[in-house]
């Protein structure tokens, strides 16, 4: 049994989720400090996966990608870089996909902070940076943690997106919920049968990592 789609798809998700960390940290945070009408309407893009069709975002990425005009073209012609049918096309959908899995828990922990937190830092001299990583963000480990988990597992699970944009090429763009969708049509029931167990497993083992670690911080110390 090939499984270069499990590891296509672990190697997608890991980058997904460290770019979108990346990304996504001083996005939630400059998001929680206030709010205006640029910040809502940004939110609201950042939010549009959720309730928009995979195949839709990702029909629309394939696009503005597509080497035959606009971004795409300009890509190609510039930097010789084409994200259509490609892995780097699989982590730009991925990005856009998940970034509300990664952004939006970041941003309610932090907005749940009390403000003395951050005034008392800065009373000491601290920077909004060095307020940011040394005081903030130990703060709402659980919550990003989730975040990471959440980012990570949702992307295992895409189909729709990676498909518009990535196609269905076998040891680049074929990620293992596709090789589970081209098994069934293959009425080859035990490979996606394989597949799915797989994906199953490490995303269970995933969530259940996720509420034992937030269970134990929220333990008080006397218990």
């Known amino acids: 049994m090939d499984l270069t789609p499990i590891y296509l798809t672990l190697k997608l998700a890991a980058i997904t989720t460290l770019l979108l960390l990346v990304i996504g940290l001083p996005v939630a945070w400059w998001l929680s400090r206030g709010r205006s009408f640029f910040k809502i309407a940004l939110e609201a893009i950042i939010t549009m996966p959720l309730v928009l069709p995979p195949s839709v975002l990702g029909f629309y990425l394939l696009l503005a990608f597509s080497p035959l005009h606009g971004i795409g073209l300009w890509l190609q012609k510039t930097f010789d870089v084409q994200f259509v049918?490609?892995?780097?096309?699989?982590?730009?959908?991925s990005i856009i996909y998940s970034m509300p899995f990664m952004i939006g828990p970041i941003k309610s922990a932090l907005q749940q902070l009390p403000a003395s937190l951050s005034q008392a830092s800065y009373s000491l001299g601290k920077s909004r940076w060095q307020t940011f990583v040394k005081v903030l963000?130990?703060?709402?480990?659980?919550?990003?943690?989730?975040?990471?988990?959440?980012?990570?597992?949702?992307?295992?699970?895409?189909?729709?997106v990676v498909l518009m944009i990535g196609g269905n090429i076998p040891g680049?763009?074929?990620?293992?919920?596709?090789?589970?969708?081209?098994?069934?049509?293959?009425?080859?029931?035990h490979t996606a049968n394989v597949y799915s167990l797989i994906l199953f497993a490490i995303t269970f083992v995933l969530v259940i990592a996720v509420f034992i670690f937030n269970k134990y911080q929220l333990k008080s110390p006397l218990e």
């Open 85 to 93: 049918f490609s892995f780097k096309g699989l982590v730009l959908a």
């Open 137 to 160: 963000l130990p703060n709402i480990k659980p919550s990003l943690l989730t975040a990471v988990v959440l980012t990570f597992a949702h992307t295992l699970g895409e189909f729709g």
């Open 172 to 189: 680049v763009t074929r990620v293992a919920s596709i090789a589970v969708y081209d098994s069934v049509e293959q009425m080859d029931y």
